[in-house]
């Protein structure tokens, strides 16, 4: 049984950092690409970014590149992220997720597993 349980989310001030971490049990971390995904208030889950299995390749959304971060430790079984300059519209509940099938593209991935969402909110 895959889980995936995140944790770091809080309150910060507009130009703030927060690192989320994700650690992952129930099969091999080291097959599967992961990803970071948010909702905000009455707005749809939208894709914050991904890493591929090895963590050789990484994908962003337009609006989080160049702030956000994802890496992994595969010995610790954890993807993090690292959201620095954060902005009031980062607001939202983020999720871990995990791919569904093993050494999958980022791009393609189905994300078949999904965390229980940790909230960060960045005032202004």
């Known amino acids: 049984q895959v889980q995936l349980v995140e944790s770091g989310g809080g309150l910060v001030q507009a130009g703030g950092s927060l690192r989320l971490s994700c650690a992952a049990s129930?099969?091999?971390?080291?097959?599967?690409?992961m990803g970071w995904f948010r909702q905000a208030p009455e707005k749809e889950r939208e894709f914050v970014t991904a890493?591929?299995?090895?963590?050789?390749?990484?994908y962003y959304a337009d609006s989080v590149k160049g702030r956000f971060t994802i890496s992994r430790d595969n010995a610790k079984n954890t993807v993090y992220l690292q959201m620095n300059s954060l902005k009031p519209e980062d607001t939202a509940v983020y999720y871990c997720?995990?791919?569904?099938?093993?050494?999958?593209?980022?791009?393609?991935?189905?994300?078949?597993?999904w965390g229980q969402g940790t909230q960060v909110t960045v005032s202004s």
């Open positions: 997720a995990s791919a569904r099938w093993p050494y999958t593209i980022v791009t393609v991935t189905d994300w078949g597993y």
């Open positions: 129930g099969r091999t971390f080291s097959s599967y690409a």
């Open positions: 890493i591929n299995w090895s963590g050789g390749t990484t």
